[in-house]
């Protein structure tokens, strides 16, 4: 275990013995109810929390988070932190949706963005390799999209960690040390980027990056990024986006089902936070809302074409 490791270790066990709102919520895990799916060969979970309502009817225009303090910047006097790189701090999320997870904002505040910082989570998830690391786009999940943040929790609450190696994929951009990957018939769509070279991956996401759709009054393509290490190498999951919330968030009466799909939901763990949700929702229900949130096989293959039009 290296030191930043071990620095976590003590910030997550101290928080959760000291910090009553941490040590309440994270002992409401014991109680939280799981069901699993084997759609497609591979393992999706439904996650039934109460205490994710927060996130999952987050409020996030401009007139609400502009009526409301950012709470990176004015945190409890109970949450503690450890800075990583000078940059982020890593602090203990007190609304968890696994045993161990964390936050990591960056210690001034920005809107939520990726392309500056993708190599520091590159960086992270190396230095944490137990964990795996996830940025939530403004659009996609991020319930503070005025503070740039990233997320972590250990890799095995990750479905996708276990079945990307296996799912059907064709590669997409091939380097010396780095493969840029799309997955074949796989719902939500998604990109693997795997590199055992930090130069070369910062090259592949931007060009990735560069080839994805901003909307009109965006200021960077919609999507979420998983982030893990398997020995040397890194494995980045881009899921691009064309929807924040499935249609099934804003039926009325027996169609409703609170799912706002956020990283965690696109790697195959999705939290409902109102028990009649979990009840009822069936594996098409969770492939519809991929499919309503992804963005198209077309648009998929648009930015395949322009990518090998660049190598």
Known sequence: ????????????????????????????????????FEGDSRLTILQFNPERIRSSAAKIDKA?????PCFFCHRPEEQK????????EILVNPYPIFNDHLT???RRHEKQQIAPYYGDMLDLASALPGYALFYNGPKCGASAPDHMHFQA????????????AEASKAIVR???????????????TAFILVSDDKAEAVEAFTLLY??????????????????????DSRITCVF?????RPSCYYAEGDDNILISPATVEMSGLFVVPLEKDFRKVTYADLEKVWREVSITEAEKNEIIRKIREKV
């Open 81 to 88: 932190s450890v800075v990583f790189n000078d940059l982020f």
């Open 174 to 188: 091939e380097g010396d040390r780095t493969r840029l990957y799309a997955l074949s018939d796989h719902l939500p």
């Open 210 to 231: 560069n080839e994805m759709d901003v909307k009109p009054g965006d200021y960077e393509p919609m999507m979420n990024v998983l982030v893990w290490t398997e020995g």
């Open 1 to 36: 275990m290296n030191d930043l490791e071990q620095q976590i270790e003590s910030l997550l066990l101290s928080q959760k013995k000291d910090w009553k709102l941490a040590c309440d919520n994270y002992a409401s895990l014991t109680h939280v109810q799981t069901r699993c």
């Open 240 to 244: 691009p986006r064309r929807e924040l």
């Open 104 to 106: 990591v904002p960056l």
């Open 64 to 68: 609400s988070l502009a009526a409301r």
């Open 153 to 164: 929790g250990r890799r095995g609450g990750f479905p996708i960690v276990e079945s990307w």
